[in-house]
């Protein structure tokens, strides 16, 4: 009886001191609403989380006289004041508590605690700071889809990537391989304050986009790296080329040739055929599948052999230009050739050696004949201008002497003997 009487009392006074607790933030709440104070000496922090993850807000009092602090929820019911929790909301928590700082925990936030939290300073006048708690919804998994499966090199294609249920709205990106492409987004906000976003991206496909990746990119600030991606299937005209399987090098007469056409497309080519530009394949040539075989050739055959190749999509072509040339010689002659070669060799100078004795010898011969017939021709120069001037005793005499002198220069006489 008298423990029961006990736990009375002392539940009694724990009911007393709340009471005067409520009482005491009752009326510091009637006198803190009329003159609220923003000061700097009271610090808090705006606060981004994810939605079921924890929030922390924490009010720190820079200089405190031991004034009391407490912490107000945006419809301003007191979380805490001081260290003791009047609300009852079990997610809340209390981390730390001292005369600078009362710092509390809210677990499992969801978007109905989203708002301005307030932190009051008990002075005259009573101080305030606010925390700004944002709740950030992450998108649901982006779903793509194309206009089409298939697409036919050339042509337009369509690809758009949804994320809904997100706060804030999210932004997309694409990629094509490892190339960034701009596409068209849309934004819808829904009734419980999320957005839908849709993107549309178009671009024309060639071949070399078949089985490249496009990646649709979502980015939001609750996640990383969320996308979802589409492989192309893109269907293009066959692709030619031609193969000389034999003979390697230089085409002969009497030799055999073959051709292999190589045709890939998508899808695989249908028909392979051959055909010969501007005149008919020869009669006797023998077409195996993509596989073109002609024996013993001739010139006659000169030409552009053409393997055409089609599929669903369309039809391309590749040339083979034949140019035979003249036969080789035979073997035996080959063989005889190389080895008449040392004595024909042998042969051909021995001939020029005589040539050239030859044609030293006479010019030898030229030389001499010239040198004797100048020597026999050679003879003195007179001019007989003064004839009696070799007589002459001296100078005056000769030219006194002197036939003609100088009056009867027009009788000069020249011999050459």
Same mark, same amino acid.
């Given at each position: 009886?008298?423990?029961?009487?006990?736990?009375?009392?002392?539940?009694?006074?724990?009911?007393?001191?709340?009471?005067?607790?409520?009482?005491?933030?009752?009326?510091?709440?009637?006198?803190?609403?009329?003159?609220?104070?923003?000061?700097?000496?009271?610090?808090?922090?705006?606060?981004?989380?994810?939605?079921?993850?924890?929030?922390?807000?924490? %009010?720190?009092?820079?200089?405190?006289?031991?004034?009391?602090?407490?912490?107000?929820?945006?419809?301003?019911?007191?979380?805490?004041?001081?260290?003791?929790?009047?609300?009852?909301?079990?997610?809340?928590?209390?981390?730390?508590?001292?005369?600078?700082?009362?710092?509390?925990?809210?677990?499992?936030?969801?978007?109905?605690?989203?708002?301005?939290?307030? %932190?009051?300073?008990?002075?005259?006048?009573?101080?305030?700071?606010?925390?700004?708690?944002?709740?950030?919804?992450?998108? @649901?998994?982006?779903?793509?889809?194309?206009?089409?499966?298939?697409?036919?090199?050339?042509?337009?294609?369509?690809? =758009? %990537?949804?994320?809904?249920?997100?706060?804030?709205?999210?932004?997309?990106?694409?990629?094509?391989?490892?190339?960034?492409?701009? @596409?068209?987004?849309?934004?819808?906000?829904?009734?419980?304050?999320?957005?839908?976003?849709?993107?549309?991206?178009?671009?024309?496909?060639?071949?070399?986009?078949?089985?490249?990746?496009?990646?649709?990119?979502?980015?939001?600030?609750?996640?990383?790296?969320?996308?979802?991606?589409?492989?192309?299937?893109?269907?293009?005209?066959?692709?030619?080329?031609?193969?000389?399987?034999?003979?390697?090098?230089?085409?002969?007469?009497?030799?055999?040739?073959?051709?292999?056409?190589?045709?890939?497309?998508?899808?695989?080519?249908?028909?392979?055929?051959?055909?010969?530009?501007?005149?008919?394949?020869?009669?006797?040539?023998?077409?195996?599948?993509?596989?073109?075989?002609?024996?013993?050739?001739?010139?006659?055959?000169?030409?552009?052999?053409?393997?055409?190749?089609?599929?669903?999509?369309?039809?391309?072509?590749?040339?083979?230009?034949?140019?035979?040339?003249?036969?080789?010689?035979?073997?035996?002659?080959?063989?005889?050739?190389?080895?008449?070669?040392?004595?024909?060799?042998?042969?051909?100078?021995?001939?020029? @050696?005589?040539?050239?004795?030859?044609?030293?010898?006479?010019?030898?011969?030229?030389?001499?004949?010239?040198?004797?017939?100048?020597?026999?021709?050679? @003879? =003195?120069?007179?001019?007989?201008?003064?004839?009696?001037?070799?007589?002459?005793?001296?100078?005056? =005499?000769?030219?006194?002497?002197?036939?003609?002198?100088?009056?009867?220069?027009?009788?000069?006489?020249?011999?050459?003997?």
């Amino acid at each position: 009886m008298k423990q029961v009487s006990n736990m009375a009392n002392t539940s009694n006074g724990s009911l007393a001191t709340l009471l005067i607790l409520f009482t005491v933030s009752a009326a510091i709440h009637t006198g803190a609403a009329q003159f609220p104070v923003q000061s700097q000496n009271l610090i808090s922090d705006n606060i981004s989380v994810v939605e079921g993850e924890t929030a922390t807000i924490s %009010c720190r009092v820079k200089n405190n006289d031991d004034s009391v602090i407490q912490l107000l929820n945006p419809n301003r019911q007191t979380i805490y004041f001081k260290d003791v929790r009047p609300l009852k909301d079990a997610r809340f928590q209390l981390v730390n508590f001292s005369d600078n700082e009362l710092r509390v925990s809210l677990s499992n936030v969801s978007l109905s605690d989203e708002g301005r939290y307030v %932190c009051q300073l008990y002075t005259d006048p009573p101080q305030e700071a606010y925390a700004d708690i944002s709740v950030l919804i992450p998108p @649901g998994n982006p779903i793509i889809e194309s206009r089409e499966d298939i697409v036919r090199e050339g042509n337009e294609t369509e690809i =758009t %990537c949804t994320s809904m249920g997100s706060k804030p709205a999210a932004t997309i990106k694409w990629m094509k391989g490892d190339k960034e492409l701009q @596409g068209k987004s849309k934004v819808e906000a829904t009734y419980d304050r999320m957005f839908t976003v849709t993107s549309w991206l178009r671009f024309t496909v060639t071949k070399e986009d078949d089985g490249v990746p496009v990646v649709c990119i979502v980015d939001h600030p609750a996640v990383k790296d969320f996308q979802a991606q589409k492989y192309l299937e893109v269907q293009y005209k066959p692709e030619v080329t031609i193969k000389v399987e034999f003979p390697q090098g230089l085409i002969r007469e009497g030799e055999n040739l073959e051709l292999t056409c190589q045709a890939k497309g998508k899808p695989q080519p249908h028909q392979v055929n051959w055909v010969r530009v501007d005149d008919d394949v020869p009669s006797h040539a023998v077409i195996t599948g993509s596989d073109l075989f002609i024996e013993n050739l001739n010139k006659s055959y000169n030409g552009t052999y053409r393997c055409v190749a089609s599929n669903s999509v369309g039809e391309t072509y590749a040339d083979y230009i034949l140019y035979v040339r003249d036969a080789a010689p035979s073997t035996e002659a080959a063989a005889h050739d190389s080895q008449a070669g040392p004595e024909a060799q042998r042969l051909d100078h021995a001939v020029i @050696g005589g040539v050239v004795a030859v044609v030293v010898f006479a010019m030898l011969c030229l030389l001499i004949v010239l040198g004797r017939y100048f020597a026999r021709h050679k @003879g =003195t120069y007179f001019t007989h201008e003064a004839k009696g001037a070799d007589d002459a005793a001296d100078a005056d =005499t000769a030219i006194i002497n002197a036939e003609g002198g100088h009056n009867n220069s027009d009788e000069k006489k020249e011999y050459y003997i």
